[in-house]
């Protein structure tokens, strides 16, 4: 099994607070605590982008078909503009966003750029007014379209120097501050690439904003650069009207799907239910899950998930921590919830999800905790005795919530 790392500290950890001393310690889990500092007010700022974009201490996290380039699956490996620039360009933000969406030319494709934000750790960087850092970047080398040779001789540049690119689904085996860096860089090249036509009206889209909105253009210069090679059009096609270029609209900005996830004590605390998925290895619970629907708070999405998929009525709901989940673009929230006396019969007939469900004694999920850990397509470490309970790795905000639970949350040594 993988090394597990370390989860990253929460903010000012160190600070006594009237709401610590209230409420017990703030729990960062993984994909969180980024080094970053977004900046997301200067995404608009051209002139900022540009500036950030060349200076000599921007690192780029290249990412093929969203597998990021890495030294090995526990270090990322990041570009340079010289690297970048025979497939970007020198400088893509040298024109206003006004300006971009003038010239856009649905025949050119323009790689996906996204900027993460300052690492403000390094005070030798990047100054733009008040603000200073390492600017970071994500950037799409997928081969396609008019970029594809281009975008071909960097991965075989990169993968010839001995890196390569991190293939599989997730990747949790990457230090707390490099997750958390990958995340939004995946999460966004993501969503950009799932998003290339218009919500509203079906029309190809262009990507502004640094990477974090797509705006449907009014017009289309196609025609008249294909009449400099000798047509006759020369004047942008006027595309249909669009109601997104007027207002605001969310079908612009990148989604997050909020997720509950609980852990659910029973009635006399005396006891947790866990699940195992039909697609689980044998062995291999987790706590229960599902997605938070449209109008509904989160407690009552806790509530009827956890009614739905094992048939248990659940009583007062608290919150515990979140998790962003970057697959594709999820917001685990994470909450403790307690069931009702006489509400703990599991049936699992509502919602056929779940292979099996059980309640399980603190002192099973302490051992588990202890021995018997890993990710799904993983085998368990060294001390762990077949036949016991596995449960997610410490990266996983389920293992961060039963931890809450058998580590003093419930017999009141801490308060939510």
Partial sequence: ????????????????????????????????????????????????????????????????NLAPLAHNPSKLSFASLKDVSPLIGEDPYNK??????????????IPQIVFLGLDESEKSGFEWTIYKGAPFFALDVTPKGSTEDAAKR????????????????????????????????????????????????????LSIN???????????MSSVNAAIGGTTDSKPTERAPCATRKGVHNVCFPRTDPTVIMAVLSADCSKILLGRGKRFP?????????FVEPAESVEEAVRREVWEESGITLGRVVIHSTQPWPYPANLMIGAIAQAVPGGEEILLKHDP????????????????LDIGTSGLGEAPGERYKEGGLRLPPKTA??????????????????KI
């Fill in 1 to 64: 099994m993988p090394s597990q790392p370390d989860l990253p500290q929460p903010a000012h950890p160190d600070i006594d607070s009237m709401l610590t001393r209230k409420f017990g310690k703030e729990v960062a889990n993984y994909f969180a605590g980024s080094p970053l500092n977004r900046v997301s007010f200067l995404r608009t700022d051209q002139g900022f982008l540009s500036a950030a974009f060349r200076h000599p201490t921007t690192s780029f996290l290249l990412l093929n």
């Fill in 96 to 109: 206003s966003e006004e300006e971009l969406i003038q010239s856009y030319d649905s025949k050119v494709t």
């Fill in 154 to 205: 960097l991965i075989e540049e990169k993968e010839s120097k001995d890196l390569k690119f991190l293939e599989g689904r997730m990747h949790m085996s990457l230090p707390a501050h490099e997750a958390a860096i990958y995340a939004p860089a995946r999460a966004l090249v993501d969503w950009n690439g799932r998003n290339p036509f218009c919500a509203q009206c079906g029309q190809p889209t």
């Fill in 210 to 220: 640094a990477g974090w909105k797509r705006s449907c253009p009014p017009t289309d």
């Fill in 282 to 290: 044998p062995l291999w619970y987790s706590t229960l899950a599902g």
């Fill in 353 to 368: 999800e779940l292979a099996d469900a059980k309640w399980v004694t603190f002192d099973e999920v302490r051992e588990a």
């Fill in 397 to 414: 905000i389920a293992h961060q919530l039963l931890q809450a639970v058998v580590g003093g949350l419930v017999g009141g040594e801490t």
